[in-house]
């Protein structure tokens, strides 16, 4: 950036000045060259501050650490620096205790809580694990599925009436569960954390959700198998009184204000997945 030309520099050094000379007894001396300005390369951003990440760095650190997941769809400036920035992030994300994790074909980028490799001494955690229910995990499965089956026959996107998945969860009922009215409220429960966790995402119309693409990291292809195998077998047995009789689909998730399920943060998570049971901030 260049500053404005002294006018007394100027003149001192004007050949073709004839009141002012530039040696002898009467020379004029040059002004002294102003005070440095702060340093451009400073990524201070407020009185104090000591951080070494620029503006946009930190944005995208935080939409890590605040969401369970980010995506080019949700949060497009915050993807392109974590693409940019993504060795720097990561080391940030390190010193937390943390895994960065970004999904470049699936276009997904999240936490997960680092295990100690001696398994002596646990790091302290900012994320717990936590289960998904038995509806949350019979909808997984039924949107990994069906967001397979679109974009295999071309489609951009994948939507989901909401009373299909009422109906697929349906189809898993017992027959000797007659509370219908209970079972149908767990399901709009696994729907709305479903929602929170951003694996389904709001349309103008609130009876239809887009399926994320999240979706097929939170459910690799061979979770996916071991989840309809469980789902196939368990059907007839399970307790009626009971929330959560599934296999491991636990996910590492953040407590977060507007509480989530199944991105780790965001994902059925057995330290191979997103962050999948937390709640976004």
Same mark, same amino acid.
């Given at each position: ?13 004007? !050949? ?18 102003? #005070? ?26 935080v939409a890590l650490l605040k969401h369970r997941y980010v995506s080019p769809a949700l949060q497009p400036a915050e993807w392109r620096t974590v693409l940019e920035s993504e060795s720097l992030l990561? !080391? ?15 276009e997904v980028a999240f936490k997960r809580q680092a295990g100690s490799e001696s398994g002596r001494r646990p790091f302290p955690t900012l994320l717990h694990d936590t289960s998904y229910s038995r509806?949350?995990?019979? #909808? ?6 069906? #967001? ?22 349906? !189809? ?15 399901v709009e429960r696994a729907i709305d954390k479903l929602l929170t966790a951003r694996v389904l995402l709001r349309t103008k119309d609130a009876r239809r959700h887009r399926i994320a693409s999240v ?15 469980? #789902? ?34 965001? !994902? ?14």
């Amino acid at each position: 950036m260049t500053s404005e030309t002294d006018p007394t520099v100027a003149a001192t050094t004007d !050949s073709t000045s004839d009141d002012l000379t530039t040696d002898g007894p009467d020379a004029v001396a040059p002004a002294e060259a102003p #005070l440095a300005g702060p340093d451009d390369d400073s990524f201070a951003l407020f009185e104090g501050d000591e951080g070494r990440l620029d503006a946009a760095q930190r944005r995208a650190l935080v939409a890590l650490l605040k969401h369970r997941y980010v995506s080019p769809a949700l949060q497009p400036a915050e993807w392109r620096t974590v693409l940019e920035s993504e060795s720097l992030l990561r !080391s940030r994300l390190n010193e937390l205790f943390l895994e960065l994790e970004v999904d470049r074909s699936a276009e997904v980028a999240f936490k997960r809580q680092a295990g100690s490799e001696s398994g002596r001494r646990p790091f302290p955690t900012l994320l717990h694990d936590t289960s998904y229910s038995r509806e949350e995990t019979i #909808l997984l499965v039924y949107l990994r599925t069906r #967001l397979r089956t679109e974009l295999a026959n071309g489609a951009r996107a994948a939507i989901v009436e909401h009373d299909e998945l009422l109906g697929f969860v349906a !189809s898993f009922r017992p027959e000797h569960a007659t509370d219908r009215a209970r079972d149908d409220g767990r399901v709009e429960r696994a729907i709305d954390k479903l929602l929170t966790a951003r694996v389904l995402l709001r349309t103008k119309d609130a009876r239809r959700h887009r399926i994320a693409s999240v979706v097929e990291t939170l459910l690799p292809l061979e979770r996916l198998q071991e989840l309809l195998e469980w #789902l196939e077998t368990q059907t007839a047995t399970v307790d009626p009184a009971s929330e959560q009789p599934r296999p491991d689909a636990d996910a590492d998730s953040d407590d977060e204000s507007d509480g989530t399920a199944a991105e780790s943060q965001d !994902s059925p998570d057995d330290q191979t997945q997103p962050p999948a049971a937390e709640d976004d901030r």
